[in-house]
């Protein structure tokens, strides 16, 4: 058997890069001709021995080790399993330092998170983003949430396709643009009906190239929607970046309030002092269409409204529950964006709330 460098490279090219969703080919990253040598002797069953050097944008690529397996399982499957193969990993630029400051250029960073599930904190964030934009600030918005990213369909931007650009000798990534606002998820990167099945190192890495490796230029705001509850995500958001505060979302039911003291129970731990800016009350009360004037308290009345009397924290919006809403996160469309009615006040009225929240604690006196 001989072997030439053309039949590792069409090997090489049925691997799929999940940062480009395109062949490890197509992509460029074989960075040079693979080296083919025979072996004399052989050693253990193995007769060739292929060098191959791949190239990856960054040396905190979150791909990077499940690409170098799928590569060297593709030259033994489609060349020969009697080749031993060596793969090197190049690196167009170098990470951002761990103990370098990141997003020096934005002025707020606001966390929206939730003690659990299901209580609507992505919608939150989501028209919490849009309403900012339309009152005039410029707004990020990142999708935190690694394992269950919803903004790329919340946003009517599933389809997007991302982009890179070179500057000042790093290759960072383009966010997307929707409603005024630059976004990135991890949703952009794996198939919306693709299992994220990582390891928490590899989604933080993750989400630190979302957040260091990004071009998010000059911003007022930055919404990050955080994943329900409390985990290595927070923790490493937390060691990342220095928040302006956290605004907490919650149901009016007595199990999600719960939750969400846990939530602010995080924030306010001693090691951690992070501001709660201020609660949200989402389904705080169901009105039928048909019934505009009719109120129904299905999941209990004013619970987030007590527990913020009771936390000392301001309460900063109400939110019913409307089928309009619902709608406009399966779409794209988010509910602000239509401003006239109720709910789309409802979200302007929470993103002047937290501006002037955000201004009121930029003024007080720091405490030693």
């Known amino acids: 058997m001989t072997l030439y460098p053309k039949l590792i490279m069409d090997a090489l090219a049925t691997v799929t890069y999940a940062g480009t969703k395109k062949n490890l080919v197509e992509s460029g990253m074989v960075a040079d001709t693979p080296v083919v040598t025979p072996l004399d002797p052989p050693v253990e069953g193995k007769s060739w021995k292929v060098k191959v ?5 960054r040396d905190t690529d979150p791909f990077l080790r499940s690409t170098v397996k799928a590569a060297e399982a593709a030259i033994h499957y489609h060349v020969s399993k009697e080749v031993e193969v060596e793969i090197v990993t190049e690196f167009k630029s170098k990470a951002v330092p761990k103990d370098a400051p990141l997003l020096p250029d934005v002025e707020h960073i606001v966390a929206v ?10 919608t939150v964030a989501v028209n919490l ?7 005039g600030y410029s707004v990020g918005l990142l999708d935190a949430d690694i394992f269950g990213p919803s903004v790329p369909k919340m946003m009517g931007e599933e389809e997007a396709k991302v982009y890179s650009l070179h500057k000042d000798g790093r290759d960072l990534i383009l966010p997307v643009e929707k409603y005024g606002v630059l976004m990135l998820s991890i949703g952009f990167f794996v198939p919306p009906t693709t299992a994220t099945l990582w390891r928490g190192g590899m989604a933080c890495n993750a989400l630190r190239q979302l957040i260091a490796d990004a071009d998010w230029g000059r911003l007022d705001y930055l919404i990050i929607d955080t994943p329900p509850g409390t985990s290595d995500i927070h923790l490493s958001l937390l060691q990342m970046l ?22 602010i129970d995080m924030y306010q731990n001693e090691k951690v002092q992070v501001p709660i800016l201020g ?7 169901f009105t039928p269409a048909e019934l505009p004037q009719n109120r129904y308290y299905i999941f209990g009345r004013e619970g987030c409204k007590q527990l913020a009397e009771q936390m000392n ?6 939110i019913p529950l409307v089928q309009s809403i619902c709608d406009g ?17 409802a979200f302007l009225n929470l993103a002047q709330a937290v501006v002037t929240v955000v201004n009121r604690n930029g003024k007080q006196p720091k405490q030693e």
């Open 113 to 122: 998170s939730s003690g659990k599930g299901g209580v609507g904190k992505s």
């Open 53 to 57: 050097v791949l190239e990856f944008p």
């Open 313 to 318: 924290v301001p309460l900063l919006a109400q």
């Open 129 to 135: 983003a849009v309403a900012l934009a339309r009152l």
């Open 279 to 285: 609660l949200v009350e989402n389904m705080a009360w």
């Open 329 to 345: 996160g399966d779409q794209g469309t988010p509910q602000v964006t239509n401003a006239d009615s109720v709910s789309g006040q």
């Open 242 to 263: 220095k928040l302006t505060g956290a605004v907490i979302v919650s149901t009016p039911q007595q199990v999600a309030l719960a939750d969400a003291r846990k939530g």
